[in-house]
């Protein structure tokens, strides 16, 4: 099982409509959970953080966490076609030899359309 | 400087040939990540560095690649007689990771790199 995984889209929302992004992932014990956004040919940038289970809201942006079920979401609401980007769920694994490992899943393109 | 800072930012080799990519992180961070990204994929862990402890190099492909960083600054990724898969976008970045583990990687522009 990948330690990460995401859809990897496009998925493609109109603009001002809810764009919901998820991610699961293998390591039961991890605490640590980040969505970053990455525009085409650019580097990755870090919007969300989260390590508690629960929803943590910031602007448009609300993540979500369900650590029973090694499920963690991205909801951005009101979208804009300024948020079309590759959206990439990342762990902090907690085991063996890659303690303090950030690992990436696939991203998710999103498509916002006017 | 400012930001994590890479070079070349471009690279053109031939198969066979050996090729270096450095990377040069924010001051102060003791965390340094190499990354590579392939079109349209996401991104593979290569190599870490925490501090002073030994590097998890779990990611490193094969055994052409290896990494090193110098006082816990500057790292250089060396790929050894490269081939035509390894071409790919290799990101670098850099972490403040203290208690917290904050998690937050800064990236730098990557070196785009393609084997001929």
């Known amino acids: 099982q990948k330690e990460v995984e995401q859809n990897s889209g496009p998925l493609s929302v109109p603009e001002g409509a809810i764009a919901s992004l998820n991610c699961t992932y293998s390591?039961?014990?991890?605490?640590?959970f980040f969505w970053y956004r990455q525009y085409s040919g650019k580097s990755p940038e870090l919007i969300m953080s989260?390590?508690?289970?629960g929803d943590k809201e910031d602007g448009r942006f609300t993540a979500q966490l369900n650590k029973a079920s090694q499920y963690v979401s991205l909801l951005i609401r009101d979208s804009q076609p300024s948020d079309s980007a590759t959206y990439l769920c990342?762990?902090?694994?907690?085991?063996?030899?890659?303690?303090?490992?950030?690992?990436f899943g696939k991203g998710t393109k999103l498509s916002v359309k006017p | 400087g400012a930001g994590v800072s890479q070079s070349p930012s471009n690279k053109v080799t031939e198969k066979g040939k050996d090729v270096e990519l450095r990377c040069d992180p924010i001051?102060?961070?003791?965390?340094l990540y190499w990354y590579r990204q392939s079109l349209g994929q996401g991104l593979e862990f290569l190599i870490y560095?925490?501090?002073?402890?030994?590097?998890?190099k779990s990611g490193l492909p094969s055994d052409r690649f290896s990494a090193e960083r110098t006082g816990g600054s500057v790292s250089t990724l060396t790929i050894q007689r490269t081939q035509q898969e390894d071409s790919a976008v290799y990101l670098c970045?850099?972490?403040?990771?203290?208690?917290?583990?904050?998690?937050?990687?800064?990236f730098g522009e990557g070196s785009r790199l393609t084997v001929l």
């Open positions: 390591d039961r014990v991890s605490q640590s």
């Open positions: 001051s102060g961070h003791t965390a």
């Open positions: 989260i390590y508690s289970n």
């Open positions: 990342a762990v902090i694994l907690n085991y063996g030899g890659s303690q303090g490992n950030l690992i």
């Open positions: 560095f925490q501090g002073n402890s030994a590097p998890d």
């Open positions: 970045a850099s972490s403040l990771m203290g208690f917290t583990n904050t998690g937050e990687l800064f």
